[in-house]
């Protein structure tokens, strides 16, 4: 099972004392949670006052120390319209960076999508396709870039009836599939957040699907305890995937 470590997300600090802000939080996180087995990481760079950014020296700064302290991990990082809401604005703070990732996420219903996901492409960053909904599959399947995707990332929200959340999964997964048709689709990647966290990372193994598990998505074990950090979210979905097969 591929997994990836979603590091730290748009919360802020005060959610969890281990959540990483810095360059040096992030790349100790990052060092943790491959040791723990995560394929790859997937982090939100910070300004000084924990807010996203898609600042090129922040980023540079960031990349370079997980990539010091991780070595060989892929790094995907966000491009979420909430630390940009200007589509002009976040396609030229896309434009700008210098140092790469080796993945980002593009959020398919967000205004502005197909333009960061050509500026990306054209600098050989992968893309992720975040599809949260009904609305962000149709925009992606009519979107010219959909056959140049890295994965598609099937997310679902926090939900107060949980049991729901692997119906609603298979739902979108079938909206892409016909949707496609004959096309081949590119990897999935299925994930939860909150109370839908752990159900669909265990449909995700399920079915044979990607999956990931980190503080951005949930703050507790399976059990309802608090997490220590991201390692410890690793290695119990890591294992979970381990007694399942």
């Known amino acids: 099972m ?3 470590a979603c590091l730290n997300g748009a919360r802020s ?3 969890h004392p281990a959540l990483p802000v810095t360059a ?15 394929d790859a990481v997937h982090l939100h760079v910070k300004d000084s006052a924990g807010r996203d950014t898609l600042d090129a020296v922040a ?7 997980v990539r010091a302290e991780a070595p ?6 966000t491009t979420g319209a909430w630390a940009l809401p200007d589509r002009q604005a976040r396609v030229a703070a896309v ?12 959020n398919w219903h967000e205004d502005g999508a197909d333009d960061v996901a050509a500026v990306l492409l054209d600098a050989g960053i992968g893309v992720e396709a975040g599809l949260w909904h009904e609305d962000g599959v149709a925009a992606w399947l009519r979107s010219p870039y959909r056959d140049r995707c890295l994965r598609l990332l099937v997310e679902l929200p926090d939900s107060p009836d949980p049991s729901s959340a692997s119906a609603r999964a298979d739902d979108l997964l079938a909206q892409i599939s016909a949707g496609l048709g004959d096309d081949a689709a590119p990897p999935v990647l299925l994930h939860g957040e ?18 990931r598990i980190g503080l951005e998505d ?11 950090d991201n390692q410890a979210l690793v290695s119990c979905a890591r294992k979970l995937a381990t007694d399942s097969q």
């Open 2 to 4: 591929v997994l990836k």
């Open 13 to 15: 600090p005060l959610e």
């Open 24 to 38: 040096a939080h992030l790349a100790r996180a990052a060092a943790g949670v491959a040791q723990a087995g995560a």
């Open 59 to 65: 980023l540079a700064e960031v990349l370079a120390a």
């Open 72 to 77: 060989g991990l892929p790094i995907g990082v």
């Open 95 to 106: 434009r700008s960076w210098t140092v790469l990732p080796d993945f980002a996420s593009v």
């Open 194 to 211: 909150g109370r839908t966290a752990w159900p669909l990372l265990r449909h995700a193994v399920r079915r044979g699907l990607a999956t």
């Open 218 to 228: 949930v703050l507790v074990l399976p059990d309802g305890t608090t997490a220590h």
